[in-house]
């Protein structure tokens, strides 16, 4: 319950959201007002720079001050269509008000536009004290888990690195994932040597052109066999090739349950000796009634020695019976019960003091050997994919004018040809040759692309029962694809 904050930095909402507020917010929000309903954000507060040592954030340079991350997964529209809402100062600050009640310092965004401004939400969130969560990959542009070689390509990187450059310079642009659920099967693991290859070319391009430290990490899908074998992954070899943090998506918590009865007494054990940030980039129960009792287990001293907070899927109802709100144009209606509760059990957990238990002590993993549950050949142990010859201009020169979401895409401009492993230390170079196959319609091909938009994963291997209407399109495909596939 840090993030005590006034309604008055935000400007301006619908008078339809003003009913849902407390009468001095509606007061302040009115007050800062214009006539004609739409206003701009006049100043910017500068929040602290979130920072990692050992297996945690810190808020800005202390050693003592624990950043936890307190949010909500925020995709306003849905998966199915590609929009901004951080580009729309009218949807961001509809929204601000209710992350403020919920007490939230961050929220997650699937998709930017990186061709757009995002001054105005990044000023909004900031007065709000609240961070941002970032994936920088789009529907169009974003690696294909069935292609990966032809999808890692330097038009592929162009538009990812362009989207750092849009938000490197916000001090409340909290981290960026690299991926989010490109290994949602258990058997799609050969796709994880091209997400480890994005999360060290992002990381590169960060240190080359010069600017903070803003961690890179993905964020994986709930599939059990190999969640646990990607963090292993994504910590492994050299300090180059390894990630920042590492975030999970998952949804194993249904109330009534606990700490050791829904199992994640098991993650944090598993979990004991991983070196680095660890969080929940998606949670909250999908089968039975949510009642966010995991809220406030997630900031209780035994789950912070190795997690730092997460993200609850998600902020708006679209459909699926996930939202916490809904939206009808300017109108936000809190669900019942769901809201209040998450208010109620954020608000009922302080920040555990004194750091936490965080550990630096922490180690780097081995890379987990080839088996049936890990297949990631041709690129074995250590080794990863090149850097794309034709990206390298980019660390020198900067990655320019970004795409934006209606850009031709870059899935099919890859050549197919993967021609060496980096020189990560103790590697075997590898040639590939990747099939030059292309899917023949947009549909097809973006629809098994990584999931840029979020939704809980097909979570194969955990016996959920999901009797939704989206997910009879079938265990191993994510929702994002099921509605697009209906859509199109
Ligand atoms: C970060 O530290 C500042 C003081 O430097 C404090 O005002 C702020 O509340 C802290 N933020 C969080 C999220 O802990
Ligand atoms: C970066 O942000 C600072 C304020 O936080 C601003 O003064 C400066 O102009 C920004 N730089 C660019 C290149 O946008
Ligand atoms: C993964 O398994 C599914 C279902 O058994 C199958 O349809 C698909 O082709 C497999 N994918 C790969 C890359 O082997
Ligand atoms: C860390 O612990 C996990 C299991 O808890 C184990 O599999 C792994 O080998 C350990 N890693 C190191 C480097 O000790
Ligand atoms: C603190 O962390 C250590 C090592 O990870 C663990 O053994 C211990 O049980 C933790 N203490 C609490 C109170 O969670």
């Known amino acids: 319950m840090k993030n ?17 507020m407390t009468p001095m917010a509606k007061l302040e929000a009115r007050a800062t007002s214009t006539a004609s309903g739409s206003a701009t954000v006049t100043s910017t507060t500068t929040l602290p720079t979130i920072t990692t040592r050992g297996n945690a954030f810190f808020n800005g340079t202390s050693d003592e001050d624990r950043f936890y991350i307190r949010g909500v997964d925020y995709q306003p529209g849905g998966s199915s ?3 901004d809402p951080l580009a729309d100062y009218a949807t961001c600050s509809r929204d601000i008000p209710y992350f403020q009640k919920l007490g939230l310092n961050t929220i997650r965004v699937y998709t930017v536009d990186n061709s757009k401004s995002h001054d105005e939400c990044m000023a909004a969130l900031a007065n709000a004290g609240i961070y941002l969560a970032l994936d920088v990959n789009t529907p169009e542009y974003s690696l294909n888990r069935d292609e990966p070689a032809e999808s890692y390509n330097a038009v592929y990187l162009q538009s990812i690195f362009a989207t750092i450059d849009a938000f ?111 969080f929940m980039s ?16 997630l900031y209780q001293e035994d789950m912070t020695s190795v997690f730092s907070g997460g993200l609850v899927y998600e902020y708006s109802e679209e459909g699926n019976g996930y939202g916490i709100v809904t939206i009808s144009g300017d109108t936000v209606t809190p669900v019942d019960d769901q809201f209040s509760d998450l208010q109620t059990e954020l608000a009922s957990t302080s920040d555990p003091s004194s750091g936490g238990n965080y550990s630096t ?52 401009s890859g050549d197919g040809k993967v021609s060496t492993a980096a020189s990560d230390a103790g590697s075997v170079s590898t040639t590939y040759t990747g099939t030059t196959s292309v899917a023949s319609a947009t549909g097809s091909s973006s629809s098994s692309s990584a999931s840029s938009s979020g939704s809980p994963s097909s979570a194969a291997g955990r016996s959920v029962a999901m009797g939704m209407a989206p997910f009879v399109c079938g265990l191993a495909v994510a929702i994002s694809f099921c509605m697009g596939a209906v859509l199109l």
Not at 4 to 20: G, K, P, R
Not at 285 to 294: G, L
């Open 4 to 20: 005590v904050q006034t309604f008055a930095a935000v400007a301006a909402f619908a008078t339809t959201a003003l009913a849902q």
């Open 81 to 83: 269509t590609a929009s």
């Open 168 to 278: 490197q310079n916000y001090s409340n642009t909290l981290l960026f994932f690299s991926g989010n659920e490109v290994i949602n099967t258990a058997n799609s693991t050969s796709a994880a040597p091209y997400v480890k290859a994005v999360t060290r070319d992002m990381r590169q391009y960060i240190g080359e052109r010069g600017y903070r430290s803003i961690p890179v990490g993905y964020s994986a899908a709930d599939v059990s066999s190999n969640q646990y074998l990607m963090a292993q992954y994504m910590d492994c070899g050299s300090t180059a090739s390894r990630s920042d943090f590492y975030a999970i998506n998952n949804y194993e918590w249904c109330d009534p349950s606990s700490y050791t009865t829904s199992g994640w007494s098991q993650l944090v054990d598993q979990y004991s000796n991983y070196s680095l940030p660890l």
């Open 282 to 297: 998606e949670y909250g129960c999908i089968t039975n009634t949510r009642t966010f009792k995991e809220s406030a287990a």
């Open 361 to 412: 002590t922490g180690v780097a993993q081995d890379c987990p050997a080839q088996s049936d549950d890990w297949d990631t050949s041709p690129f074995t142990g250590t080794a990863l994919p090149a850097t794309p010859s034709g990206a390298e201009k980019y660390f020198e020169d900067g990655a320019g004018t970004g795409p934006g979401l209606s850009g031709s895409g870059s899935q099919e």
